[in-house]
C-alpha cells in the first residue's frame, strides 16, 4: 500500500501570499510575487468553476428538465 496523498488541484493562496510578504525584497520580485498571487487566484477560480460548479450546476438542470417533463 502507498501513502501518497492525493495532490490538490488547486494552487495553494497562503504559499503566494507568503511569497509576497517575506521572501520578495524590492518592487521588481514584489511586483512579480503580486502577479503570481493573482494568477494563482485566477486560475483557482476558473478551475472551480470549470471541473466543479457547471458540472454541477448542469446536473441539477438537467434533473429538473427531467421532473418537468414527466409531470406533464
Not at 511569497?19 to 512579480?32: H, I, P
Not at 487566484?41 to 434533473?63: D, V
Request: net charge positive; no cysteine; glycine share 6%.
Amino acid at each position: 500500500m502507498s501513502d501518497k496523498k492525493e495532490k490538490d488541484p488547486y494552487y495553494k493562496m497562503s504559499d503566494a501570499l507568503d511569497e509576497l510578504r517575506f521572501d520578495a525584497v524590492g518592487k521588481t520580485d514584489k511586483a512579480v510575487a503580486g502577479l503570481k498571487l493573482v494568477g494563482k487566484g485566477l486560475y483557482n477560480i476558473t478551475r472551480f468553476t470549470f471541473k466543479e460548479a457547471l458540472p454541477e450546476i448542469n446536473s441539477r438542470a438537467q434533473k429538473e428538465i427531467d421532473n418537468t417533463k414527466s409531470k406533464k
